[in-house]
């Protein structure tokens, strides 16, 4: 399978505790993406990496939250302390950017974190 | 700041035709994206356009136009399994896309 994995697929944890999900991006793609999404709702843009670089954060992204790409490949996401309200789907996308038109985003099925 | 407007709930009927509008102010526009998301699924492309016009894709078209700040995608001849919700993503000056809320899109026999 070529497309974008995310392990766990499921995670519950205790409000508190530290929870850290992975991603696998498509193997030439050099761009990584991380969505929240809530039911009912679009996908809310985290943070991206261009290779291993950060580019940019949301403001959604508190200080609870880091994302790292450290070889440019896979990504991790980190919640610290997580608290109810960080229950939902984290999406990860990967797109190989040519040309600053085009931006086709590869979505993997996501890691559904309940926090209780 | 960025703004994505599409309706919430559509509902349409098994054969039939339905126009799904998506509405947008946002900073900078390098193209619009459609995506389907099935529930509990990851979005699946659908369409790009970065020019006034129509795409068709088979029973998918898309439509643009910049002026206006406006798309839609048209599905002719549902299925049951275009019961899905539709995601309007426009892609700004940074590469990045933006969201809408998503239209979830009832067809029924």
């Known amino acids: 399978d070529t497309g974008v994995s995310q392990d766990p697929r499921h995670k519950i944890t205790k409000r508190g505790q530290n929870v850290t999900f992975r991603c696998d991006p498509i193997s030439e793609h050099n761009r990584l993406y991380w969505y929240r999404q809530t039911l009912g709702q679009g996908p809310e843009f985290l943070t991206y990496?261009?290779?291993?670089?950060?580019?940019?954060k949301s403001r959604l992204l508190s200080d609870r939250f880091s994302a790292e790409r450290p070889k440019g490949s896979f990504s991790t996401l980190e919640i610290q302390r997580t608290e109810q309200g960080d229950s939902a789907m984290y999406l990860c996308?990967?797109?190989?950017?040519?040309?600053?038109?085009?931006?086709?985003?590869?979505f993997g099925p996501g890691t559904r974190l309940t926090v209780l | 700041g960025q703004n994505i407007d599409q309706p919430t709930e559509m509902t349409a009927t098994e054969g039939a035709i339905v126009q799904i509008n998506c509405t947008y102010q946002t900073s900078g526009f390098n193209g619009l994206f459609w995506y389907q998301q099935h529930a509990g699924e990851a979005p699946t492309f659908l369409s790009y356009n970065v020019l006034d016009g129509l795409e068709e894709k088979g029973r998918f078209s898309s439509f643009l136009s910049r002026s206006k700040g406006y798309s839609y995608l048209l599905l002719k001849e549902l299925q049951m399994k275009d019961s899905a919700s539709y995601l309007c993503?426009?892609?700004?000056?940074?590469?990045?896309?933006?969201f809408g809320g998503g239209t979830r899109l009832m067809v029924k026999p």
């Open positions: 996308a990967s797109s190989l950017i040519r040309d600053r038109l085009y931006n086709e985003q590869f």
């Open positions: 990496f261009q290779n291993e670089a950060q580019l940019e």
């Open positions: 993503a426009v892609n700004n000056a940074g590469n990045m896309l933006t």
